[in-house]
């Protein structure tokens, strides 16, 4: 395994159609597991994000940021198109930081890789 300092994976969600921070909405990350299925200790019981406990292969690999938009959406009395949001990614060098922001409205939504 490499000793180069790994980068992180962040997002976070702004409400456009409000023009605030999407609040307390929950977030669910998933790894592509390329081995024999078993996906072990992917996020720590704090939900900080620890990437030290894969091979630098392992890394290399595609992910999946889930967001359970629609309670959001309902504690303002607001219907919403997209139950979830979907952001798959692929991560290709461990050095470098992830940040992938989420933009809401109830029918639309948009994401980049951040920085």
């Known amino acids: 395994m490499s000793t180069q300092k790994r980068g992180s994976i962040t997002c976070h969600v702004l409400d456009s159609s409000r023009g ?8 669910l990350l998933e790894y592509q597991e390329t081995g024999n299925g078993r996906c072990s200790d992917l996020v720590p019981s704090d939900h900080q994000i620890s990437l ?3 091979s630098d292969e392992d890394l290399k690999a595609i992910y999946r940021l889930t967001f359970f938009t629609t309670p959001y959406f309902k504690s303002y009395g607001q219907e ?3 139950p979830f949001v979907q952001v798959v990614f692929q991560i290709k060098d461990l050095t470098q930081h992830y940040h992938v922001p989420l933009l809401i409205a109830p029918f639309s939504y948009t994401t980049y890789r951040g920085s």
């Open 20 to 27: 605030i921070p999407g609040k307390n909405i929950e977030v």
């Open 80 to 82: 919403s198109f997209y």
């Open 52 to 54: 030290a406990n894969y």
